[in-house]
């Protein structure tokens, strides 16, 4: 698999509910990851991101180039709250994006439902032990 998304990193070329997470990865559209994940409405990606602090524009680079794409982005931040900082909230906000962080386990299943209502959602997921 080649680094980062956007690099031919794509494990599945279409959104996918999260159906297990935990052990270092997910599980997703019948397929199994250890590392993070960023997911959007046109895939699933590996995400190099290990840590919240590693959460920075470069790393957010995929999602903005594909925000017409969506209304809610979700940051599942490991396994603590990380607070959005404001730099990175004023990207999503001028793109007309709602931006939410959280622990990974509320992330996913946030996700999960609001992906299941058809809404126009993303997230980055930072994978737990």
């Known amino acids: 698999m080649a680094d980062g998304p956007g690099a031919d990193g794509r494990h599945l070329p ?3 509910l999260i159906d297990a997470y935990g052990n270092g990865g997910f599980r997703f559209g ?3 990851h250890r590392g993070s994940l960023l997911c959007l409405p046109d895939g699933v990606w590996a995400w190099p991101v290990k840590d919240a602090a590693e959460i920075s524009a470069a790393a957010l680079e995929l999602v903005f180039a594909r925000g017409e ?3 809610v982005f979700l940051i599942g931040a490991g396994r603590d709250p990380w607070p959005i900082p ?3 909230r ?4 001028a793109l007309g994006v709602s931006v939410d962080a959280m622990a ?3 992330a996913v299943r946030t996700y999960n439902i609001l992906l299941a209502e ?3 959602v993303g997230a980055g997921l930072i994978a737990v032990e």
């Open 90 to 93: 004023a990207r999503f906000r």
């Open 86 to 88: 404001e730099r990175l």
């Open 14 to 16: 279409r959104a996918a």
């Open 118 to 120: 058809n809404r126009r």
């Open 69 to 71: 794409q969506l209304d």
């Open 104 to 106: 990974t386990g509320p």
């Open 30 to 32: 019948d397929m199994s």
